[in-house]
């Protein structure tokens, strides 16, 4: 117990209060990494490039610049950011549209077009999402994930049950 008699100990210097900061604004790779990719198994074309050929890679790729010519990353994301522009044919495990692409697009699992993306050519995917206020102009092939991009129906096994014939009564 404090007795009057005794000193008071002397009491730590109090700290000055920390300042309060302003979060970092979210970068396009920031806002890709959260949607499940880590920033560092990502490649990213900043705003202001321009690429012309063919982009081929085992990692995923963030695209804010230019890209015309071809786009194969199997298995892997492709995401084209609100800058993007791109005049390609995209192969890859999924893709998500921010910004412009004008192409075919081949997904082995999902296409996603967000509301302020542009696609103009045809998908062919697993999956596909296309929000509210997004632009689409194509063709959609829905296919199983198991199946081939190349199948043909007609390379169908000879084994399958044929459908019943459809019986017209007059």
């Known amino acids: 117990m404090w007795k009057p008699s005794q000193p008071e100990p ?66 892997n994301r492709v995401t084209v950011g609100r800058n993007g522009q791109v005049a390609a044919s995209i192969t890859a495990r999924e893709v998500v549209v921010l910004g412009k692409v004008r192409g075919n697009v081949t997904a082995t699992d999902r296409v996603d077009i967000r509301a302020e993306g542009a696609l103009t050519g045809d998908v062919a995917a697993a999956r596909i999402s296309i929000e509210d206020g997004a632009f689409f102009k194509g063709g959609i092939d829905i296919r199983k994930p198991d199946q081939k991009p190349a199948a043909a129906p007609a390379a169908a096994p000879a084994a399958a049950t044929p459908a019943p014939a459809a019986t017209v009564v007059k």
């Open 10 to 75: 002397p009491s730590p210097p109090a700290a000055p209060p920390e300042p309060v900061r302003p979060a970092p604004a979210a970068s396009p790779v920031e806002s890709a990494s959260r949607a499940g990719v880590s920033a560092s198994d990502q490649a990213s074309i900043s705003k202001g490039l321009f690429i012309k050929g063919e982009i081929t890679g085992s990692e995923s790729l963030f695209i804010d610049g230019k890209v015309e010519g071809s786009i194969n990353l199997n298995g």
